[in-house]
């Protein structure tokens, strides 16, 4: 059974940093995407930023693009998500997604299997 458990949320000033960490198990992740996502009160889900495990190579949302870092740790079967330079609209709670490979772009909620708790990250001004 797969598990994914985030950590690392909290509260931060705008312009601050904080990691977010997802520790998976259950399941062999050497060839799965790896994913964050973010939902903020009344808005939809939304795409953060993506990783391909077997590969490394990484995707962003433009709005975290230059800012956020996704990365993975093989040993640990750990994704990061490395914040910095945070505004209060990234403002959420950050959840962490993994799906087998498949098709898709992986850019999106419904095209990944299991989910994280989700964390809360709460950025003032």
């Known amino acids: 059974q797969v598990q994914l458990v985030e950590s690392g949320g909290g509260l931060v000033q705008a312009g601050g940093s904080l990691r977010l960490s997802c520790a998976a198990s259950?399941?062999?992740?050497?060839?799965?995407?790896m994913a964050w996502f973010r939902q903020a009160p009344g808005k939809e889900r939304e795409f953060v930023a993506r990783i391909i495990w077997s590969v490394g190579s990484t995707y962003y949302a433009d709005s975290v693009k230059g800012r956020f870092t996704i990365a993975r740790d093989n040993a640990k079967n750990t994704v990061y998500l490395q914040m910095n330079m945070l505004k209060p609209e990234d403002t959420a709670v950050y959840y962490c997604?993994?799906?087998?490979?498949?098709?898709?772009?992986?850019?999106?909620?419904?095209?990944?299997?299991?989910w994280g708790q989700g964390t809360q990250v709460t950025v003032s001004s």
């Open positions: 259950g399941r062999t992740f050497s060839r799965y995407a």
């Open positions: 997604a993994a799906t087998a490979p498949n098709s898709g772009s992986y850019l999106w909620s419904y095209e990944y299997d299991y």
